[in-house]
């Protein structure tokens, strides 16, 4: 049953050290999207905790079929913002499928991804992979001791078919990196074929997030790339094993936003910086006290309305851990982050990588030079109206100022080599020489014609 408004106010007023001042919104009712991911966690705690409310803003939530359909949601109106791959504001706003210039004020969180495989291509695996010396495998797991696998099925003929859950998604691309870093290749991108499998060794295909686990076990696709509760979902069924986390791949590295049009930014400035006002304090409270909130978390996750995974499911990656092969639990404590490391500030830096592995795949055809990268990440990500929503929470006294990046350029510090899967590191400000280094992938004026790379 909806909390009535007094219960609500009584609520907030007891649960925070201040209350908001609200700012005069020029839209009260709103309704945002979501994809039952652990991830979509700020927006179902600004709500639960009355952090929405606060602000002035009566907001509904709404689970969505599948990312396309939020997109298109978002951009026709029907919903006002939404919890988003990363890739979509940015590829929305360069034109590559959906035209629609989308922005974000926020980043969701750090982290959260795992790669999967079934049981049969696990077994086969696991002679390829060192163990320690208690007998577990060594971890970080790389995709060479998938490669003779992959090398085998395309000897024989068959395709060794792996699922992600967008082709602009975050986890398209992490599962990409994965299997170049191992030297197995995903596949490219080209105007004129937009499966994103021309060359490929490993063949990736779109699947729904909640759907996974179940075509995983139907043996329609060997291993797949997603968000939790799914990986730990494969680990509860007996049907998978999780070989990697993509804070394994590239350590705290970037995962969802929450995207708007830019018109609705525009029309709608005060509104957008209280949405982002109780985003922020969810994502603290998410991660204050080293996660002593997260059992809380878990449970309004596990409502029906939400992710509506079973409570152990979203706890096993939720609360300091991650289960690989059914048993061997490891200490992840970051796996998901949402307030520490800047995780909410959206930083130029992120916007690019995010392009340079469109570009690197196809999906970006042409060069560019490294002034479009910045472009294009200024256009999309608002760390301005961030630090502004920052700056009146602090001054309310419900965020500490020394929590927020208020001397940053919009870029972070290289990342470096060791944090990263293929021992190469990442600079935002230097994305060409980036696409360089890597040994799979699109460079310099490179691009795909038919079945052949030119350039």
């Known amino acids: 049953m909806r909390r009535t408004c007094a219960a609500l106010l009584a609520t907030s007023a007891l649960m925070s050290p201040a209350l908001a001042e609200m700012l005069p919104v020029e839209k009260d009712e709103l309704k945002f999207g979501f994809i039952k991911l652990t991830d979509m966690a700020p927006l179902a705690i600004a709500y639960e905790r009355g952090y929405f409310f606060d602000e002035g803003l009566f907001v509904t939530l709404e689970a969505q079929a599948n990312w396309k359909v939020l997109l298109d949601g978002v951009i026709s109106g029907q919903l006002d913002g939404a919890h988003m791959l990363a890739g979509q504001p940015l590829a929305a706003t360069i034109g590559y499928g959906t035209q629609a210039h989308i922005v974000t004020p926020f980043s969701m969180d750090l982290n959260g ?111 797949y790339c997603v968000g939790e509760p799914w990986n730990q979902q494969a680990v509860f069924k007996g049907i998978g094993v999780p070989v990697i986390t993509d ?98 500030y959206p930083f130029y830096s992120d916007a690019v990588w995010y392009l340079t592995q469109m570009r690197r795949w196809g999906q970006i055809s042409e060069a560019k030079p490294d002034s479009w990268y910045d472009e294009v990440a200024r256009m999309v990500y608002k760390p301005e109206i961030y630090l502004e929503a920052a700056r009146l929470l602090v001054d309310e006294g419900l965020a500490d100022e020394a929590d927020f990046p208020w001397d940053s350029d919009g870029y972070k510090a290289p990342t470096p080599a060791e944090d990263i899967i293929d021992g190469i590191a990442y600079d935002g400000k230097q994305p060409n020489a980036y696409l360089e280094s890597l040994t799979i992938g699109l460079k310099g004026a490179q691009k795909v014609v038919g079945s052949e790379i030119q350039g």
């Not at 577990?136 to 490669?147: D, F, V, Y």
């Not at 975050?170 to 074929?193: K, M, Q, V």
């Not at 152990?312 to 061997?328: C, P, Y």
Request: proline share 9%.
């Open 113 to 223: 991804n795992g790669i999967t495989v079934s049981n049969e291509i696990w077994e086969q695996m696991k002679p390829n992979i060192p163990k320690m010396e208690d007998g577990r495998p060594q971890h970080p797991i790389s995709a060479s001791a998938l490669k003779p696998i992959v090398d085998e099925y395309n000897a024989s003929g068959r395709p060794f078919n792996m699922g992600m859950v967008f082709p602009v998604s975050t986890h398209n691309y992490e599962l990409r990196y994965w299997l170049a870093a191992g030297g197995i290749h995903p596949g490219f991108y080209s105007p004129e074929d937009v499966s994103g499998q021309i060359n490929a060794e490993a063949f990736l295909s779109v699947t729904p997030p909640p759907q996974m686990p179940a075509t995983l076990e139907a043996g329609t696709i060997y291993g």
């Open 247 to 344: 804070y394994q791949i590239w350590k705290n590295n970037p995962e969802k936003v929450f995207g708007l049009t830019a018109a609705f930014v525009e029309e709608n400035p005060n509104t957008t910086l209280a949405i982002t006002k109780a985003l922020i304090r969810a994502a603290i409270w998410l991660d204050e006290n080293d996660n002593a909130n997260r059992p809380e978390a878990v449970e309004i996750l596990s409502r029906p309305n939400y992710v509506g995974a079973d409570y152990d499911v979203i706890a096993n990656s939720m609360t300091g851990f991650f289960e690989f092969e059914k048993g061997d639990r490891r200490d992840i404590p970051d796996f998901n982050v949402f307030f520490r490391y800047n995780a909410t």
